[in-house]
Nanobody, 120 residues
Framework: DVQLQASGGGLVQAGGSLRLSCVASGLSFDDYAIGWFRQVPGKVREAVAC???????YYDDSVKGRFTISRDNAKNTVYLQMNSLKPEDTAVYYC??????????????WGQGTLVTVSS
């Protein structure tokens, strides 16, 4: 089974930073694009950033210049460095395999996310 486990969330003040990690198993990691998504309760889950298997990166306009996605294929891990955090970044963050680019369409199944809370 494909599994992706997100971690690294927490409580941070506005303007602060966090780094999220996503460890994947059950797939040939090097062959897939991996994305970060976030969801606020009551709202639709949205794509935040994605990194393709060749290292190309894609970002939602709301996080461009503040978030950086990277991957370490040796560790089957994707990271999301989040700087200059804003209260509106508060959400549960998930990672998932991305099936199509640049639309960042994910797999239908989701693992456990990690909560990021940004206080004003």
């Amino acid at each position: 089974d494909v599994q992706l486990q997100a971690s690294g969330g927490g409580l941070v003040q506005a303007g602060g930073s966090l780094r999220l990690s996503c460890v994947a198993s059950g797939l040939s990691f090097d062959d897939y694009a991996i994305g970060w998504f976030r969801q606020v309760p009551g709202k639709v889950r949205e794509a935040v950033a994605c990194i393709a298997k060749d290292g190309a990166t894609y970002y939602d306009d709301s996080v461009k210049g503040r978030f950086t996605i990277s991957r370490d294929n040796a560790k089957n891990t994707v990271y999301l460095q989040m700087n200059s955090l804003k209260p509106e970044d508060t959400a549960v963050y998930y990672c998932n395999v991305v099936l199509t680019l640049p639309s960042m369409r994910p797999l239908d199944s989701w693992g456990q996310g990690t909560l990021v809370t940004v206080s004003s």
